[in-house]
């Protein structure tokens, strides 16, 4: 990820990076994890001014250990949290393969790239001399056409 990128999550949740880890995927993918950065930042936010005025304990503090793409998905490792953040970075995880990881493009012409058993999440235009397989089947492809929502 561009150094600004990164720099800019460093500085908007420094709790989460108690260390300047590398972000090691595309650009494309800033604004999903930006969105779950700021979800486990509210919910640590509420759940543990709850527990702090009912007497209960508090969720330790969610700590990234690394982040990167892997099988053409985002990864985000962590420490701390609960099963509810366990959940919001599962369901990051999955949407990942659903947008570029370089442009950020969420649409019909996303797919799969592979390139020497390097696999990667891009659009079609981004795939170049790789093989490529759409993530969508052609039946919804053509029903996004007719609705014009490809």
Not at 56 to 64: D, G, K, L, N, S
Not at 103 to 131: E, L, P
């Amino acid at each position: 990820m561009n150094s600004k990128l990164e720099n800019y999550l460093y500085n908007e949740y420094p709790k989460i990076f108690k260390t300047q880890i590398p972000i090691d995927c595309g650009d494309g993918w800033f604004f999903l994890l930006n969105s779950l950065l700021r979800r486990i930042t509210r919910h640590l936010d509420v759940e543990n001014e709850l527990a702090r005025i009912n007497g209960t304990e508090e969720i330790q503090q969610v700590v990234a250990l690394q982040i990167k793409e892997k099988f053409a998905g985002l990864r985000f490792y962590f420490s701390g949290g609960d099963s509810t953040i366990s959940t919001i970075t599962s369901y990051t995880e999955d949407l990942s393969h659903y947008i570029c990881e370089e442009t950020g493009a969420f649409d019909g012409d996303i797919g799969i790239s592979n390139r020497g058993g390097w696999m990667k999440t891009c659009h079609k235009n981004q795939a170049g001399d790789s093989k490529w397989v759409a993530i969508y089947e052609d039946s919804l492809l053509q029903i996004l056409e007719e609705l014009k929502l490809r």
